[in-house]
DNA sequence: GTCTATAATGGGATAGAC
DNA sequence: GTCTATCCCATTATAGAC
């Protein structure tokens, strides 16, 4: 991309027409679904009509394609620098929980859109990255609780399996009912999480 | 109903046709959502033309209706029996929990169509009992964790409405990855789950 | 960058024959 | 209980005017 093939100019705002577009069709694909959004939805909440908004996209797959991409590219990047960190696998691990916090927060409607319409959106040759991108999530996650189980960071009388389950679905279902802005920041919902988890709910 | 409104002659299956074609919708609405199931999708599976669906069911909607209803009236019934009982709180909450992984179990696709489905279903008003339902859910759950907080068996220290999102989620996200007849059985995932609940997953 | 107008497809549902 | 035939509508997407 050249910089001469990026018009900036006439409207001004450095956020172009696009990216708003953009917005609105994540808080509508999450809100409603992927398939139970139309293009006239997304149309309506920007006030044009629907054939306009192909002058911006080839389509409703390219709209939710762009957004996870984006999205997920940056949060795997936190994951690779904490995984090159020298933590100690537990610690790795409570860090990318919060980072996983931290991205329900800042991106909550990517989140939501690929808890939700992934595995639909897979069976498309290009969301191959989907579970790709899954696999990799996995292999991390898991060898993290495998070396923390070693190190006896971790208990080891549990099926690691169902642990790493627990894990990463605690996490993300969260996406679920946190709103950004509400009574408990990410950070304070994973801090207890993370006490919840690691010492559970029973008293003494 | 009477006895005669109920034909059972001819092809002398106990488990009439209705049933079948109601468990092949099942199948497909918990594999690729209900929206993303046609009801030609069904009849194929079935071995018969779309149309020919119609003269068992008014409607789409009306297959996920009888499917939802009845799973939900079979497990409040379990909840309400447990509730009446003379256990402590807290062994109220775990013999709900076992409840509802036997039900993730015996009644998988019901789970997982409610899981992705209700809030869409949500929107339309002969499901306004999905929405009834969880409020209940909530009711008696929240109820009994606030219950063994003041009853000393649960920490004090922890944001009750935090706690009861994280039990309801761990419980019924398992649907997405448990299947029946697997390594593990639902009452040894129930015992896993509630060990990391509530001793933690962390040791000493 | 948006509108008008419209093509093309897919999907839920119906009526009556067999 | 299933098939044939078909209707009707919603939805994605396109072409060209403004």
Request: no cysteine; charged share 25%; glycine share 6%.
């Amino acid at each position: 991309m050249s910089a001469a093939s990026t018009p900036r100019a006439s409207t001004g705002s450095a956020t172009g027409r696009r990216e708003q577009l953009l917005a609105i069709a994540a808080q509508l694909f999450a809100e409603k679904g992927f398939r139970n959004t139309t293009v006239r939805d997304i149309a309506d909440a920007a006030g044009i009509l629907s054939g306009s908004l192909y002058h911006h996209f080839d389509s409703k797959e390219s709209m939710v394609d762009e957004l996870l991409d984006t999205f997920q590219r940056e949060l795997f990047a936190e994951y690779d620098a904490t995984a090159a960190s020298d933590l100690t696998p537990l610690a790795k691990l409570e860090s990318m929980i919060r980072s996983s916090f931290r991205a329900i927060d800042e991106h909550h409607s990517e989140v939501a859109i690929f808890q939700n319409d992934s595995t639909y959106l897979a069976t498309f040759d290009r969301f191959a990255y989907l579970p790709e991108r899954n696999e990799r999530f996995e292999k991390l996650w898991r060898g993290l609780l495998q070396e923390a189980v070693a190190s006896g960071e971790l208990r080891d009388d549990l099926d690691v399996d169902l642990v790493y389950r627990f894990l990463r679905d605690t996490v993300w279902v969260a996406v679920t009912w946190y709103r950004p802005g509400g009574a408990l920041s990410a950070a304070q919902v994973a801090d207890q999480y993370l006490s919840i988890l690691l010492k559970g709910i029973s008293r003494g």
